[in-house]
């Protein structure tokens, strides 16, 4: 199975501060990537698709970027509303994997 | 609008069984591949199983092989999963999720795989005896 190694796994940043999350596949996966937002008690939301596709309704200030085996995904400026966890998955091959999460906490 | 809505779980004991049930509305169920995912307490997110949009096909996680079973009634627009000789280890909120398919842009194929775009609320399955 394709392993996700996503980094940090945690971090504590500043309503408006830039943030960036970063995730690595064992092996080429090209774009077939995601992100997703987990808020504490909800399923998980889809973010970014196709390594770097904003989903439909999801802010502008998020944005991602990568192809290949290096991703990242950047809050440009952080809003209340975006503490939470993200997870980063990889859709290339079965099974389908996920990063271990980065969770993201007010400074 | 798009909605996933999960039942079935509670509290059981080792080596019991569970059916869990999705019910999906706001799209047509029948065309699209579903999956359960699971987030164990405190845990990230583990993916389970994958049906495909017709039932012909299914594939599972290697911690669940040989003991849960997904399952499909396009005309109920339902999801299920079986799940047998259940394990501690098998503590977890179980989400179904609707699959959509990509490409690579470079070569045209399809990629084997699936992003999720639409997910549950969730239900909580406890393993305890």
């Known amino acids: 199975a394709i392993q996700l190694t996503q980094s940090p796994s945690s971090l504590s940043a500043s309503i408006g501060d830039r943030v960036t999350i970063t995730c690595r596949a064992s092996?080429?996966?090209?774009?077939?990537f995601a992100w997703y937002q987990q808020r504490p008690g909800k399923g998980p939301q889809l973010l970014i698709y196709?390594?770097?596709y904003l989903e439909s309704g999801v802010p502008s200030r998020f944005s991602a970027s990568g192809s290949g085996t290096d991703f990242t995904l950047t809050i440009s400026s952080l809003q209340p509303e975006d503490f939470a966890t993200y997870y980063c998955?990889?859709?290339?091959?079965?099974?389908?994997?996920f990063g271990g999460g980065t969770k993201v906490e007010i400074k | 609008q798009v909605q996933l809505v999960e039942s079935g779980g509670g509290v059981v004991q080792p080596g019991r069984s569970l059916r869990l049930s999705c019910a999906a509305s706001?799209?047509?169920?029948?065309?699209?591949?579903v999956h359960w995912v699971r987030q164990a307490p405190g845990k990230g997110l583990e993916w389970v199983a994958i049906?495909?949009?017709?039932?012909?096909?299914?594939y599972y996680a290697e911690s669940v092989k040989g003991r849960f079973t997904i399952s499909r009634d396009n005309s109920k627009n339902t999801l299920y999963l079986q799940m047998n000789s259940l394990k501690t280890e098998d503590t977890a909120v179980y989400y179904c999720?609707?699959?959509?398919?990509?490409?690579?842009?470079?070569?045209?194929?399809?990629?084997?795989?699936?992003?999720?775009?639409?997910w549950g609320q969730g239900t909580l399955v406890t393993v305890s005896s």
């Open positions: 999720a609707r699959g959509q398919a990509s490409y690579d842009f470079l070569t045209g194929y399809p990629f084997s795989g699936y992003y999720l775009d639409c």
């Open positions: 706001g799209f047509t169920f029948s065309s699209y591949p």
């Open positions: 049906i495909s949009y017709d039932a012909t096909n299914e």
């Open positions: 092996q080429d996966i090209s774009s077939a």
């Open positions: 196709d390594a770097s």
């Open positions: 998955q990889q859709f290339h091959s079965n099974p389908l994997t």
